[in-house]
């Protein structure tokens, strides 16, 4: 049995480009008890590689959580795949704004303990107790009433490019570290304010509203499917938009234009941009905002040193990272002192502590 990627992202995308045809981006997530994770992961792969399914997704014992490049002509088949599944039957699929065929290059199908790491003891609470899901529309009057707190619940560089107005919007890195602070700054308001939460497609607000709830807050909703729902909500049903600027996709896409609005600015000269690039040295890899200016300038690099690194041979480059395993920036989301320009801090529920 195959259970592994055979060709590598480049030679992927060639065939890709060579066979001209339109491939749909699709994301989804089911919270379930998975009692074998790994046979579970080997089927989908081999079921996912026939059709030609390209992405990432995630499998536990609580569920699964997928990011998928899906060809346009297999749809069908992989719809009847996942309904096949029982706890996968009519499971809302979550399709992108924007499509890319180059979206993913690989399948990769991981066995992790968390489909979101949250950081969270899940015998401690009961996960089932979830908060009301809303659409968008019921959405749109929940965040216009004066007794909601409207909490972004994905990380600083998300909602740095994009966000819904008036967003409390908290300055973290991670999902775990979002739940204690947000707590802790609402401890005061669990009974008289009404918890409304978003994220990209809805997963991390499922795990949020039952921690809140078994925290003790009483008025707990999310928005039904994310962002990524909400906007094809909006235009199916002619509703106003709230969400100002791009969402982030975790996709060689980076983002979806969702309005006109650019709220962000470049890290290097604090011009107005919301485009995220990887810095074109493969040591540092640091992910921060770029303009295009920018970009011509430094090479795609987010420093000098960079620059000059990026410019030596490719077997020079090599040579210098030997031994000296990764870039401490490797893995940060727009956050290096060297970037003038880096998201501020920002004073989170500041309205709440006046």
């Known amino acids: 049995m195959q259970l592994y990627n055979n060709l590598s992202a480049k030679e992927r995308a060639e065939l890709i480009a060579q066979a001209g045809k339109d491939r749909l981006t699709i994301s989804f997530y ?3 008890k998975i009692g074998n994770p790994e046979i579970f992961r080997n089927h989908m792969f081999l079921a996912w590689n026939e059709l030609d399914v390209l992405g990432r ?5 609580e569920g699964i959580n997928a990011q998928l490049s899906v060809p346009a002509d297999h749809f069908k088949a992989f719809k009847m795949h996942l309904d096949s599944i029982s706890f996968l039957e009519n499971v809302r699929l979550n399709i992108a704004v924007e499509h890319d065929n180059f979206a993913f290059l690989k399948l990769k199908v991981k066995v992790r303990d968390k489909i979101v790491a949250d950081g969270l003891n899940d015998d401690t609470f009961d996960v089932r107790n979830i908060g009301i899901h809303v659409d968008a529309e019921k959405f749109n009057a929940l965040i216009e009433d004066e007794n909601t707190v409207l909490v972004d619940m994905r990380n600083h560089y998300e909602s740095e490019i994009g966000h819904f107005k008036n967003a409390v919007t908290p300055d973290v ?3 775990r570290e979002s739940l204690d602070i947000i707590e802790a700054d609402l401890k005061d308001h669990k009974e008289d304010k009404n918890l409304v939460m978003y994220c990209t497609g809805g997963i991390r ?3 949020a509203s039952a921690y809140y709830k078994h925290k003790g807050f009483i008025n707990v909703f999310q928005l039904d499917g994310g962002i990524i729902n909400y906007v094809r909500q909006i235009n199916e049903k002619g509703l106003e938009n709230k969400f100002i600027g791009k969402n982030f996709v975790f996709d060689q896409r980076r983002s979806e234009r969702i309005s006109d609005d650019v709220i962000a600015h470049c890290h290097q000269c604090g011009n107005p941009a919301d485009l995220h690039t990887n810095c074109a040295n493969e040591a540092c890899h640091l992910l921060f905002i770029q303009c295009e200016d920018c ?3 430094m090479e795609n690099c987010c420093s000098s040193t960079c620059m000059e690194i990026n410019r030596l041979p490719y077997e020079a480059q090599k040579e210098l990272r030997k ?3 990764n870039s401490n920036d490797i893995f940060k989301k727009g956050r290096a002192d060297h970037l003038p320009y880096k998201k501020d801090l920002r004073n989170i529920f500041e309205t709440l502590k006046k």
């Open 295 to 297: 970009k011509e300038k």
């Open 323 to 325: 031994g000296q395993g």
């Open 173 to 175: 890195d991670t999902f």
């Open 205 to 207: 607000c499922e795990k």
């Open 57 to 61: 997704i995630y499998v536990a014992h």
């Open 30 to 32: 089911a919270y379930a």
